[in-house]
Nanobody
Framework: QVQLVESGGGLVQAGGSLRLSCAAS????????MAWFRQAPGKERALVAAIIWSGGRPYYADSVKGRFTISRDNAKNTVYLQMNSLKPEDTAVYYC????????????????WGQGTQVTVSS
């Protein structure tokens, strides 16, 4: 069992930056693939970025490539999402997710979820 708690969301102007954190509790955090999803009003939840246990070859959605960076600190049981050059279309609730399998593109592939943190980007 893994419990996930996100933090770091908020209101920011377009072009600004935020860093989201997801603290995990439970055993063997380092074994899990960690991911960030987001869900905007009226839209389906979509994968933003994901990182495997070793931290290698992170995955990014095309819409955030070059602007967002996912990283993890296995010693701190934490995964991060650094978001730069934010745009109004990045406004959404951001969720942290975990799974023992490799990077999955769909939310149903992840077993554990945080409660979500709101990110709002004003124009």
């Amino acid at each position: 069992q893994v419990q996930l708690v996100e933090s770091g969301g908020g209101l920011v102007q377009a072009g600004g930056s935020l860093r989201l954190s997801c603290a995990a509790s439970g055993r063997t955090f380092s074994a899990y693939t960690m991911a960030w999803f987001r869900q905007a009003p009226g839209k389906e939840r979509a994968l933003v970025a994901a990182i495997i246990w070793s931290g290698g070859r992170p995955y990014y959605a095309d819409s955030v490539k070059g602007r967002f960076t996912i990283s993890r600190d296995n010693a701190k049981n934490t995964v991060y999402l650094q978001m730069n050059s934010l745009k109004p279309e990045d406004t959404a609730v951001y969720y942290c997710a975990a799974d023992l399998a490799g990077v999955g593109r769909s939310d149903w592939e992840y077993d554990y979820w945080g409660q979500g943190t709101q990110v709002t980007v004003s124009s």
